[in-house]
């Protein structure tokens, strides 16, 4: 079985990327891959991100474990964190709170792809409506974009993000 190859250090790139095309049909695996997320090897953890958002199809099961990632990650694993995220779409207060944190990240990128899996997640990431709306302002227009279009999806209809979508039009 693929998910024995997982145990062979040797195998699990090629095992977690097998699985990854797998799909779906693969999510009994989850937690296992998830617990790859924590390897010192970081070709495994990036591939076991980018595996986990394939085969978790809605599962919540690692999302505990992506959310640590994206707290320790270095700026490739917290990208990674943050693709498996949007695609798990996990509500939990942890990962959220993870998601929130990271709209502050010194990186552009992290800080626009936050705000991409709080809006994939919808009205649960609706605690990062402020956030999202201080992000409105940010110097890189890729982060202010993702920033708008989150809003669409987890915003409230406030009268302060209403107003502060509409300035950024002109």
């Given at each position: 079985?693929?998910?024995?190859?997982?145990?062979?250090?040797?195998?699990?790139?090629?095992?977690?990327?097998?699985?990854?095309?797998?799909?779906?049909?693969?999510?009994?695996a989850t937690p296992r891959v998830a617990k790859l997320l924590e390897s010192p090897d970081p070709d495994?953890?990036?591939?076991?991100a980018l595996t986990v958002g394939e085969i978790a199809c809605g599962s919540k099961l690692a999302a505990?474990?992506?959310?640590?990632?994206?707290?320790?990650?270095?700026?490739s694993e917290k990208y990674r964190a943050l693709f498996a995220m949007?695609?798990?779409?996990?509500?939990?207060?942890?990962t959220v709170s993870a998601l929130i944190e990271a709209l502050s990240d010194a990186?552009?990128?992290?800080?626009?792809?936050?705000?991409?899996?709080?809006?994939?997640?919808?009205?649960?990431?609706?605690?990062?409506?402020s956030k999202l709306v201080a992000l409105l302002t940010d110097p890189f227009e890729s982060t202010r974009r993702q920033s708008a279009w989150a809003l669409g999806w987890v915003g409230t209809g406030q009268t302060e993000t209403v107003t502060?979508?509409?300035?950024t039009l002109r």
């Open positions: 079985l693929l998910t024995d190859l997982l145990e062979v250090e040797s195998d699990r790139v090629a095992a977690l990327r097998s699985l990854q095309n797998i799909g779906c049909a693969a999510e009994a495994v953890t990036h591939q076991a505990p474990e992506l959310a640590a990632l994206l707290r320790r990650g270095n700026r949007a695609k798990v779409k996990a509500t939990d207060p942890e990186e552009s990128q992290i800080r626009g792809k936050a705000a991409y899996a709080l809006g994939q997640i919808g009205p649960a990431g609706a605690a990062a409506e502060a979508l509409v300035t």
